[in-house]
C-alpha cells in the first residue's frame, strides 16, 4: 500500500507523540519533526506508510539516544493482556465454536495500537468483538484452507495483542497445525519483540522469529532470509494487523489477514466501514482449490 497526503499527517503525529515520550526538550522535539520534514519530503511515490514509521523510531534514537520510547507502555499492555488471559481461556473452552471465538478475541487485541494515538477501553473491545458482524468474513474459505495445510507462519502485531494471539495459536495446535510466531526484529511504536514473546510465554509453545526488520509491519523485500523462506514455504501465512496489511497485500502467498479497520485508508482499500472487524483472504487464494503460494 503506497503512501498517502493523509498518511503523512498521521506520522506526524506518530513522530510528535514519540519524541515527546523519549525527551521533555521542546527543542530537540522540534528538531526531530524537522527531520521527519526532511525525510518525507524525499519520499518515493512507492514509500509504504511503516517504511517512514520504522524510520521515525529510527531517528528518535538517534537523537534523543531513547531507542524504545514505548517500552513501559508496552509492558503495561502485556501485564494487562495477561491478567484477562486465564478469563479468556476458560471463555474459549465454553464456546461453541471456540475456532471462531479465539479469531474474534486475536482481532480484539489488535485493538492495542499506539501508532495511531487513539484511547481504548480493551474489556469493552473484547465484549463487542465477541458479538459485533465481521464487515468481511471469509471464515468459511479459512476453514477449507487451515484444513489442507500442515504449517502456519503467523505474523503478529503489537504488545499486549501477542497474549490474545497466544490463544489462537494454542487453538490451532490443538488442531494439529505446526505454527510459527514473527515478531519485529527491533523496537518499533508498540509491536512485539522477542522480549515480548519471552514475557508471555509464546516461545513456550511455538518457535518464535522475527521479522529483520525494526519497523511496524513487514516488507518481504527489506525481511531476513529466515523470515523469507519461512514466509515462501508455510502452507497457511495470518498476517495480523494494518502494518502487515499494509506490506503484504500485494505480495503473493496463502495469506490470511486478521484486523480491525482502524485507519481510514485501510477501511478504504478494503471496502469497509473504520472500526470494521475484517477476516480477509486473498481473492486468489479463495478461488484456488489448493494451497498454492504462487497466487
Known amino acids: 500500500m503506497k503512501i498517502s497526503p493523509d498518511c503523512i499527517v498521521c506520522l506526524f503525529q506518530q513522530a510528535l507523540r514519540t519524541s515527546k515520550l523519549a525527551t521533555e526538550d521542546e527543542g530537540l522535539q522540534r528538531k526531530i519533526l524537522t527531520r521527519v520534514a526532511n525525510e518525507i519530503a524525499q ?48 471463555l474459549l473452552e465454553g464456546a461453541e465454536d471456540p475456532l471462531l471465538t479465539a479469531i474474534r478475541l486475536a482481532i480484539a487485541g489488535n485493538i492495542i495500537d499506539f501508532g495511531l494515538g487513539s484511547e481504548f477501553d480493551l474489556e469493552q473491545v473484547i465484549q463487542e468483538s465477541l458479538t459485533r458482524e465481521f464487515s468481511i468474513f471469509d471464515y468459511e474459505f479459512f476453514l477449507e484452507k487451515l484444513a489442507a495445510a500442515e504449517s502456519l507462519l503467523y505474523i503478529g502485531d503489537n504488545t499486549g495483542e501477542i497474549v490474545f494471539d497466544k490463544l489462537l495459536i494454542e487453538e490451532l495446535l490443538r488442531r494439529g497445525k505446526q505454527v510459527t510466531y514473527v515478531v519485529r526484529g527491533g523496537s518499533a511504536i508498540n509491536d512485539a519483540t522477542l522480549e515480548d514473546a519471552r514475557y508471555v510465554g509464546m516461545e513456550k509453545i511455538v518457535r518464535v522469529i522475527t521479522t529483520g526488520t525494526a519497523i511496524p509491519g513487514t516488507i518481504l523485500k527489506d525481511a531476513s532470509s529466515d523470515f523469507v523462506t519461512h514466509f515462501q514455504t508455510a502452507d497457511l501465512i495470518i498476517a495480523k494487523g494494518q502494518g502487515n496489511f499494509e506490506g503484504l497485500d500485494d505480495e503473493p502467498g496463502p495469506i490470511t489477514f486478521l484486523l480491525k479497520a482502524k485507519c481510514t485508508l485501510i477501511a478504504n482499500e478494503l471496502g469497509v466501514e473504520p472500526g470494521a472487524m475484517v477476516l480477509y483472504l486473498k481473492p486468489g487464494i479463495k478461488e484456488s482449490g489448493f494451497i498454492d503460494n504462487n497466487n
Open 43 to 90: 519520499l518515493e511515490e512507492e514509500t509504504i506508510p511503516i517504511e517512514v514509521a520504522g524510520r521515525i523510531q529510527e531517528l528518535v534514537g538517534e537523537l534523543t539516544g531513547v531507542t524504545d520510547p514505548y517500552q513501559d507502555a508496552k509492558r503495561r499492555y502485556n501485564d494487562l493482556a495477561l491478567k484477562l488471559y486465564p478469563r479468556l481461556k476458560e
